[in-house]
């Protein structure tokens, strides 16, 4: 059985998952849920649910603080690269980097 991209979001771990906002043509707020693929220890990279699959990433400027810097990645290299950098990191253990199983799924259920 298959799970679709809502229930999975659903259930994934709060802290593997975010909601970010664009804005439409009249000027509203659009939400857009979004998983997280790869972390390093200053950056998270996030893909959102939507048809049109959007990357965004949050980079935390200092630290031990909670100040984040959030961007939409319009380059599929850094998307690459940033992938290649979680990866290289290896398990999750606090401190270094992972590709999580968010990539996986995301990758078997277009």
Not at 50 to 75: A, G, I, N, P, W
Not at 92 to 97: F, I, K, L, Q, R
Request: aromatic share 10%.
């Amino acid at each position: 059985m298959s799970l679709d991209p809502t229930t999975f979001f659903h259930h994934a771990a709060d802290e593997e998952k975010t909601t970010v906002y664009t804005q439409t043509a009249d000027g509203d707020l659009e939400p857009h849920d979004a998983l997280l693929i790869a972390q390093t220890p200053r950056r998270r990279l996030f893909v959102t649910l939507e048809k049109r699959r959007r990357y965004l990433t949050y980079t935390f400027l200092e630290e031990d603080s909670d100040e984040v810097e959030l961007e939409f990645v319009e380059d599929y290299q850094e998307v690459e690269e940033l992938l290649e950098d979680a990866g290289l990191y290896g398990s999750h253990d606090g401190e270094v980097g992972i590709v999580f199983h968010n990539l996986l799924f995301l990758l078997m259920n277009p």
